[in-house]
Nanobody, 125 residues
């Protein structure tokens, strides 16, 4: 069982930046595809970003490409999502996710094996 704890959410104005962090309990962290998905009220889950086991490959939703950057630190079992040029449509609960299935694909992030409790991101116009 992988436990994931997100932090770093908050409220910002459009154009601002936030960095989300995720701490994982799993000692075999480097064996998991890691990613972020988000869900806004009344909307379906959306895969935002995914990163491969050793961090060599990253994939992003078109809606965030060029603005968000995902990274991982396997030595410390952590995952980050740097979010820049935030827009009101980025407002959602953001979840850190871990998945054993390979290859690491953005389409799988929203149905990952494990996810955390989420952290709220609110962007005002």
């Amino acid at each position: 069982q992988v436990q994931l704890v997100e932090s770093g959410g908050g409220s910002v104005q459009a154009g601002g930046s936030l960095t989300l962090s995720c701490a994982a309990s799993e000692v075999t962290y480097s064996r998991y595809c890691m990613g972020w998905f988000r869900q806004a009220p009344g909307k379906e889950r959306e895969g935002v970003a995914v990163i491969s086991l050793l961090g060599a490959r990253t994939y992003y939703a078109d809606s965030v490409k060029g603005r968000f950057t995902i990274s991982r630190d396997n030595a410390n079992n952590t995952l980050s999502l740097e979010m820049n040029s935030l827009k009101p449509e980025d407002t959602a609960m953001y979840y850190c996710a871990a998945d054993k299935h390979l290859p690491c694909e953005l389409s799988r992030v929203r149905s990952s094996d494990y996810w955390g409790q989420g952290t709220q991101v609110t962007v005002s116009a």
